[in-house]
């Protein structure tokens, strides 16, 4: 028996399948696969005998058209990946470049606030459509509806501090770029915060017996497991591993803002469940810190470092100061170069460590730049710990895993 | 629970040290990069020297957290680079590992000891063509079957391998007559 399915033929020996076994072709048109995602399913009546990924169908190729793009040029395609979080990913490689030119050290107080908090929101908005659809998938409607409405008030913030909601291009290498903030968005986060509450999606979920019977127990991960498969973010941490880079190796401004980090041991999707629901209350709690200290910062604190070949001029100045002009037009046409080298530096995603891996020839465009996806690693997860399930579970433990295709496919 | 350790129990150069003590012969030199640590080998020690980096009780090497490739075409003999990182998470640690490859030459896979080596070797085997030795199911991943190439190699076309000739924009900006260009200009503005 085979299967074909347009363009990824199937990659699956489907031969493999013994005896009366069935092989359901679940996805890539699937709700619950999150996207594009394909799982060939050897079953043995509702019980999953193999299973196995496939995906690729949103491959654009990022890592190759990264090395055609000018450094700031990037900052575009990195937001279409985990498109939940836009903002967290342009983060991510906004820090990783300033580690590759040794500029970590001297980004402004006021821009490391607002990394950070920008960060939070979008951890906040990503697991608002995990919350929503994670509850959808086990058939609980309300949570999502509630998820979504508060996710829009958190993208009517992005839309305000720079003009996009989803794809947003947020701030530049060596500080906040044109997207500095004014007080009244500090006062519009403010009102959001004073208005957010969980409770009401807590307490349709966490108690209901329906969805701890649908989750409890089911999709186990083991220390050994999210050790060896490299799993990274809440994955980790409902299984008893208070791994945490925001912590371990603090950037930003995490070091200066007091969270706790929320850990789980029993491994199950419920577990999962739980730390993304705590995890949102301390986004909450971060995203405060920073909006009070940014509040304390004098008013003409730079919100970007003062250094010519990186940060354009004041664009008043250009015409009439010789300097800034040449230092605009540099910029503009070559762009930010990075001294020759490697580096690697990886951030705590809502979905796990996104890492930039960059090789620098001096030019302004970089040599090689490579991704290291959260959402890709930890799918590999779900090959294995589905065998034994029921179908239906594999609905949860998908959800559970967290995953966005577009990071995936990259 | 696994509560890591709040700040890196080694410096990098004690990781340095450790790698070389594991890979002994077939550490070709080390340094620390940016305030990584990056050992270069030969990747003849590779199948050692993985479960040896993991089980070691200072390093603990837990993870395998990404597998990439660099090509350097005009390097020939050794044109691939490939790069291990690593980390611990009991003690906060984290590495670099390279090996230098011909075209053409494979490399042992680390499935043995990492699970995440499954998916991260079959994306650069997928992308930069390097087999890996004893992978279980050493499949393209993220292109189709039967994809003809390997994107991320420094001779692939950006515009990819079927993309018209002509329809190259260096090739559209030889066509246009600047004579019809000014015109058009002239017009616009009404003079």
């Known amino acids: 028996m085979t299967v074909e399915s347009g363009m990824a033929s199937a990659r699956v020996d489907l031969e493999r399948g013994s005896g009366d076994n069935m092989i359901l072709n679940m996805g890539p048109q699937h709700p619950s696969t999150h996207g594009v995602l394909r799982l060939v399913i050897e079953l043995d009546g509702e019980e999953v005998r193999r299973c196995d990924a496939d995906m690729g169908y949103l491959h654009r190729g990022v890592e190759k058209l990264l090395e055609v793009h000018d450094y700031r040029g990037g900052i575009t395609l990195t937001d279409r990946m985990d498109y939940t979080s836009g903002p967290s990913n342009n983060m991510g490689y906004l820090m990783a470049i300033e580690k590759l030119m040794g500029i970590t050290d001297e980004i402004p107080l006021r821009a490391r606030y607002l990394r950070t908090a920008v960060a939070e929101l979008s951890r906040l908005a990503a697991h608002h459509i995990w919350l929503g659809t994670h509850g959808l998938d086990i058939g609980a409607m309300s949570a999502f509806l509630w998820s979504l409405r508060e996710r829009e008030k958190i993208l009517y913030l992005f839309e305000e501090a720079c003009g996009a909601r989803l794809t947003t291009s947020f701030m530049r290498v060596g500080g906040t770029g044109p997207h500095d903030v004014g007080d009244q968005w500090l006062d519009n986060v403010e009102a959001f915060l004073h208005g957010y509450t969980l409770d009401e999606i807590d307490a349709l979920l966490t108690e209901n017996e329906v969805f701890i019977e649908r989750t409890r127990d089911v999709g186990m991960i083991t220390q050994e497991q999210a050790l060896s498969y490299g799993l990274t973010g809440p994955v980790i941490r409902g299984s008893g591993i208070a791994w945490d880079l925001r912590k371990a190796q603090p950037y930003a401004a995490y070091d200066l803002v007091d969270f706790e980090v929320p850990v789980f041991t029993e491994g199950d999707v419920y577990a999962r469940y739980l730390v993304r629901l705590n995890e949102m209350y301390q986004s909450k709690r971060i995203i405060g810190q920073c909006v009070e200290a940014l509040r304390d910062l004098p008013l003409d604190a730079p919100s970007n470092v003062d250094l010519p070949q990186v940060v354009p001029p004041d664009i008043g100045r250009v015409p009439v100061d010789m300097e800034a002009m040449i230092n605009h037009f540099k910029l503009v046409m070559h762009g930010v170069q990075p001294p020759p080298g490697e580096s690697y530096f990886g951030i705590e995603n809502p979905k796990g460590e996104l890492g930039f891996y960059f090789v620098s020839d001096g030019t302004g465009m970089p040599y090689r730049c490579h991704v290291r996806s959260p959402s890709f690693v930890n799918l590999s997860i779900i090959e294995e710990i589905s065998v034994g399930s029921l179908i239906a579970d594999v609905v949860a433990i998908i959800g559970s895993v967290d995953i966005v295709l577009g990071e995936v496919d990259r | ?191």
């Open chain 2, 1 to 191: 629970m696994l509560v890591p350790a709040a700040s890196p129990t080694l410096t990098a150069e004690g990781i340095l040290d450790r790698i070389q003590h594991h890979a002994a012969g077939a550490y070709l030199s080390g340094r620390v990069d940016h305030g990584d640590p990056v050992a270069e080998i030969s990747s003849a020690a590779l199948p050692a020297l993985f479960p040896a980096l993991r089980d070691d009780s200072e390093l603990k090497l837990e993870q395998l957290v990404d597998v990439t490739a660099v090509h350097w075409p005009l390097d020939v003999g050794r044109e691939f680079q490939v790069l291990w990182q690593f980390r611990s998470l009991t003690n906060n640690l984290f590495a670099r590992v390279t090996a230098r490859l011909a075209d053409g030459a494979s490399v042992a896979s680390a499935t043995g000891t990492y699970a995440s080596a499954l998916y991260l070797e079959r994306e650069v085997f997928d992308l930069f063509g390097i087999r890996f030795a004893g992978h279980p199911n050493l499949a393209r991943i993220l292109l189709p079957e039967g994809y003809e190439g390997h994107p991320l190699r420094k001779e692939y076309p950006v515009e990819g391998p079927t993309f018209p000739e002509d329809a190259h924009r260096n090739d559209l900006v030889g066509q246009l007559d600047p004579d019809d260009f000014w015109a058009d200009v002239d017009e616009a503005n009404g003079t």
